[in-house]
């Protein structure tokens, strides 16, 4: 069955230090989204993606996140100056579509600012 | 009103029992209303989904009620087992152009031998 991977599964970094994570979205999935869970707590909308550029984005994708689908099969978050407030997981999801369709989720990267 | 509100937090249901996870939101905008399924250091993984054009929804052991007029949603787990431990979040997207999930707070479930 297609799933969506994401590359490092754990990403230490410091503060003030830049970080892109990786994600392969299912093949034939049009629509890329990127979530973040703090730690015990729910899962928050980032940003989506569609047709090389964002759709819509929420009041945490601020200056220092950008998106990018490099190529035909990747889809990046870049986050240019890390906070500690950062540290989180990072999900990425993709969906056929948006109206109709299930976003399915991959298995994250624990990222952790220090 | 972009929220959803979920309840427990935390529930302990012995085997074969029936835990009811409820959640309950605002925007009437919403249409479409999934659960994930999420155990420890692992994605959300998408259980069952239900449109607001049905009452009830069935999967397995898993069944969606919905409620429009009170606009609340629920999960039941039928024959519980020790494996559907795991953290559940409803969640609600709504059809206006609109692609973000609005997850709620989560609902941790252990289910004992």
């Known amino acids: 069955e297609p799933e969506v991977t994401q590359t490092p599964s754990h990403q230490v970094t410091q503060m003030g230090q830049e970080v892109i994570l990786r994600c392969v979205p299912i093949s034939n999935h049009l629509y890329f989204y990127w979530y973040r869970q703090i730690l015990g707590q729910k899962v928050e909308f980032l940003v989506s993606f569609y047709n090389n550029e964002i759709s819509e984005k929420s009041e945490i994708f601020d200056d220092q996140f950008s998106v990018e689908r490099p190529d035909g099969s990747n889809f990046t978050l870049k986050i240019r100056s890390t906070k500690l407030e950062d540290s989180a997981m990072y999900f990425c999801?993709?969906?056929?579509?948006?109206?109709?369709?299930?976003?399915?989720f991959g298995p994250g990267t624990r990222l952790t600012v220090t | 009103q972009q929220q959803v509100k979920q309840s427990p937090q935390s529930l302990i249901v012995q085997k074969g029992g029936i835990p009811i996870i409820n959640c309950a939101y605002e925007n009437t905008a919403f249409d479409y209303f999934p659960w994930y399924q999420q155990f420890p250091g692992k994605g959300p993984a998408l259980l069952i989904a239900?449109?607001?054009?049905?009452s009830e929804k069935k999967e397995g052991r898993f069944t969606i009620s919905f409620n429009k007029s009170a606009k609340q949603f629920s999960l039941h787990i039928m024959d519980s087992q020790p494996g559907d431990s795991a953290t559940y979040f409803c969640a609600a997207k709504s059809n206006f152009g609109n692609e973000k999930l609005t997850f709620g707070t989560g609902t941790r479930l252990t289910i004992i031998p």
């Open positions: 239900i449109r607001p054009d049905v």
């Open positions: 999801a993709s969906s056929v579509q948006t109206t109709t369709s299930e976003q399915y």
